[in-house]
């Protein structure tokens, strides 16, 4: 059964830095779209990033230049390193994917598109 499987979260302090790590069993995650989405409690899921698997990744204006996607093909995983980070990042992040391609003329594809999510990794930045 294909699935997706996040790790890396934690408790950090405002400032510091989290890698989380986002495995794919049963498919190869890098043929597609793969997203990165966060939610906290009683606010709707936002996107973080959506990357191509041509590595063209939108980021969201809330992280970009804080928050970077890489990825490991052998190992079928890929990777948000996320530095600077602020009380307001704390939320449970999720990895997803769907079918290639992040936008639909011009627009940015939203959570229902992505077929697959993970478990979900909790991240909580407090001092």
């Known amino acids: 059964q294909a699935q997706l499987v996040e790790s890396g979260g934690g408790l950090v302090q405002p400032g510091g830095s989290l890698r989380l790590s986002c495995t794919a069993s049963?498919?190869?995650?890098?043929?597609?779209?793969i997203g990165w989405f966060r939610q906290a409690p009683g606010k709707e899921r936002e996107r973080v990033s959506c990357?191509?698997?041509?590595?063209?990744?939108y980021y969201s204006d809330s992280v970009k230049g804080r928050f970077t996607f890489s990825r490991d093909t052998a190992t079928n995983t890929v990777f948000l390193q996320m530095n600077s980070l602020k009380p307001e990042d704390t939320a449970v992040y999720y990895c997803?994917?769907?079918?290639?391609?992040?936008?639909?003329?011009?627009?940015?594809?939203?959570?229902?598109?992505?077929?697959?999510w993970g478990q979900g990794t909790q991240v909580t930045v407090s001092s």
């Open positions: 990357t191509t698997s041509t590595d063209n990744t």
């Open positions: 049963g498919y190869f995650i890098h043929y597609d779209a």
């Open positions: 997803a994917t769907k079918r290639d391609g992040c936008t639909s003329y011009g627009v940015l594809h939203g959570p229902r598109a992505y077929e697959r």
